[in-house]
Each structure stands twice: as structure tokens, then as C-alpha cells.
């Protein structure tokens, strides 16, 4: 199907393109249970999830979801073993390089949330490298969520506030806003948490008040157009009421 044949349909596959969340949040959970389960070694299983997130990613921009935020390392996960950590850190700087040219050059734009203090010169290199590459297209924003933790965000939103001196009684929900890492983006419309979990495990915890969320058994490397139809289906079928009658 040509590009503006798609887009001149009103729905695809039961989705109603006209009524789509602006902005997704992804817990990609479920990588280590995937691996167990075929008694691979857990990495495996990451790097099958990297794969997950960049087809999403893609079919997500050619429907035409405004952004995707992937939760990929918490502010958590430095606890995981060693081995663990520097499996997942090779992987996501992979990933980030391959992204300029996979994800970069089918017009996604590429974004890091996240404190990046503790990572590596080579990865914060490759951030900057990658965010300049894309900066400039036009399609689906994928932020990834690197060494991310909620209240962590909300703790340096106050920081940057306070530094700024803003007086208090000027500062409102607005003013935060502008200080997370996701300022000037859509809001938050639905979170989805693959692997049968059911928390936000620290994740866009401000952005989150009025998201609609969906949880479901199937573990992220099994994630494919077929769920994320499934889910944004349901997203359709809900009344947001933001708190109204």
C-alpha cells in the first residue's frame, strides 16, 4: 500500500486513524522471562526486544503516532548484575548507531530521556551523534528512556526550577511541565505494559495522571502490530473523562 493511499483511509485493521494517541509510553517488560523460557542467556532476549521496539517504532510512524516513549534502562537497574548491565549497555549503544541510519533514515527522530551522568563517554558520544542525525525529520519522535526513574525526573524538574529562581507563587503545572525531559511534547495518552505486570515500576510518573493503560500476558519480544492494534483498539473503546462526570 503507497504512502497516500494508507493515509487516505480513515482506519487499518480495526484502528481508527483519526482518534489515535498523540504520545505512547512502552515498558518493554518481559525480555529475561522470553530468554528463560527457551534457556537462552538473558541477552538474547534484550537484543530480540531492541528488534521489537524499532518495528514498532516503524509501524507506529506509518499510522501516525506523534511519539513513542520506551522505557529501556530504569535509574533501577544499575542493581541487575554486572554482566547484566554491560550486555544491556552494548546493546543500546548498537542500537543507537544502527538507529541513525535504521530508524534516522525512515524519517523517526531520535531522542534520549534520562540522566546521562553515569554512562560511558562512548555512549554519550553516540547520543549526541545520533539526536544531531535525526533531528531535523519529521516523523514519529522515539524518545528512549536511559538511566530514567520518574521521581528522579521530578526531582531534577525542581532542581532546574529553583536554580532558574522562579519566584513560587509563579511557579503552576505548567512550569514543571517545561522542565521535564519530555517538555513540548504532546501529553501522555496511554501507557502499555506488555508480560503481565501491572505497575508503572518509576515511569513518566508526572506525565502519567490522566494516561489510560494496558497491561497484557504477552512478553515484549512476542509484541507485534498484532497487540499494539489489539491495544490501541481498547484506547479507542475508553471514555477519557479527565476527571468529569
Known amino acids: ?51 521489537v521496539l524499532k518495528n514498532i517504532t516503524l509501524y507506529c510512524d506509518k499510522i501516525g503516532i506523534k511519539v513513542i516513549t520506551a522505557y529501556a534502562f530504569s535509574t533501577e537497574n544499575w542493581k541487575r548484575p554486572q554482566a547484566e548491565i554491560d550486555a544491556l549497555m552494548k546493546l543500546l549503544l548498537e542500537y543507537l548507531s544502527n538507529a541513525e541510519r535504521d530508524l534516522g533514515g525512515k524519517n523517526v527522530v531520535i531522542r534520549i530521556i534520562g540522566d546521562r551522568t553515569p554512562l560511558s563517554d562512548d555512549m554519550k558520544e553516540q547520543i549526541i551523534a545520533t539526536e544531531k542525525l535525526t533531528e531535523n525529520n519529521t516523523g514519529t519522535i522515539l524518545n528512549i528512556a536511559i538511566n530514567y526513574g520518574g521521581r528522579h525526573e521530578i526531582v531534577c524538574a525542581v532542581r532546574d526550577i529553583v536554580n532558574s529562581k522562579i519566584p513560587a507563587n509563579e511557579i503552576d503545572e505548567d512550569t514543571i511541565n517545561n522542565h521535564l525531559y519530555t517538555a513540548n511534547m504532546p501529553e501522555l495518552d496511554f501507557i502499555i505494559r506488555p508480560s503481565g505486570e501491572m505497575r508503572l515500576s518509576n515511569f513518566l510518573l508526572w506525565q502519567s495522571a490522566y494516561a489510560e493503560f494496558w497491561f497484557d500476558n504477552v512478553l515484549w519480544p512476542d509484541f507485534n502490530e498484532k497487540y499494539l492494534n489489539k491495544a490501541i483498539c481498547e484506547y479507542q473503546n475508553r471514555n477519557r473523562r479527565y476527571g468529569g462526570i
Open 1 to 51: 500500500m503507497g504512502f497516500l493511499k494508507f493515509f487516505q483511509k480513515k482506519s487499518v485493521r480495526g484502528i481508527d486513524l483519526n482518534n489515535l494517541p498523540s504520545h505512547i509510553g512502552i515498558i518493554m517488560d518481559g525480555n529475561g522471562r522470553w530468554s528463560k523460557k527457551r534457556g537462552l542467556p538473558r541477552n538474547v532476549g534484550h537484543r530480540a526486544g531492541a528488534q
